[in-house]
Each structure stands twice: as C-alpha cells, then as structure tokens.
Nanobody, 121 residues
C-alpha cells in the first residue's frame, strides 16, 4: 500500500510563490507517473502537471511558464514550484501517483489528502 503526504500549501498574495511537496511511502511499488491536480469550489478536479518515470512532463495551459514540476526518485517525492500566482489558482491541490504494485503486477492510482492553496490580497 502507498501513502501520499502533501505539504507546502498556504495563503499567498497575487504574484507570490509557493512550493508544494508530495512524498510517497510504503513498499512493494514502482511509480510510473506522479502529478498534481486541483479542485476549486463548485468545479471539477483538473490536471495541473504530471511527471513520468522517464522525466517527461505535462502541464495545463493555464500554468505553463509559471509552474514547474520535478521529482526526486531517491525520496519518492514530487514537487510543484508555483510562481506568479493568480487568484484563479486558488484551489485544493491533490497529489496523485500511478503505481505498479510489484507483488501482484497491478497498476493502481493513489491520491493524497489535498492541501489548500489560497491566492488573495
């Protein structure tokens, strides 16, 4: 089983920066892809950014040029550096991991509990 723990959310003024972290813990798994999703009140959850085991990245158009996703494979940790934050970035941000369960050879998705990011003056 895999547990994802996010940190780094908070309140920031427009134009400011935050860095989110998500650490995966457990045993018997291999991470295929990790990413960040967000959900604002009254809206569907949407993709923010993903990074694969081969280090290829994918970003939502709304965050390109402002956000950067990166990973530390030795720590099973993914980061999201968020710069030039806008009020419309306000949402609960969720960490996601697409994992191969090695013992049984089954692919499974895990989600963190979410961390609140609020951009407001």
């Amino acid at each position: 089983q895999v547990q994802l723990v996010e940190s780094g959310g908070g309140l920031v003024q427009p134009g400011g920066s935050l860095r989110l972290s998500c650490a995966a813990s457990g045993s018997g798994f291999s991470i295929t892809t990790m990413g960040w999703y967000r959900q604002a009140p009254g809206k569907q959850r949407e993709l923010v950014a993903t990074i694969s085991s081969g280090d290829s990245t994918n970003y939502a158009d709304s965050v390109k040029g402002r956000f950067t996703i990166s990973g530390d494979s030795a720590k099973n940790t993914v980061y999201l550096q968020m710069n030039s934050l806008k009020p419309e970035d306000t949402a609960v941000y969720y960490c996601n991991a697409d994992v191969m369960e090695l013992r049984i050879g089954v692919q499974k998705a895990y989600w963190g509990q979410g961390t609140q990011v609020t951009v407001s003056s």
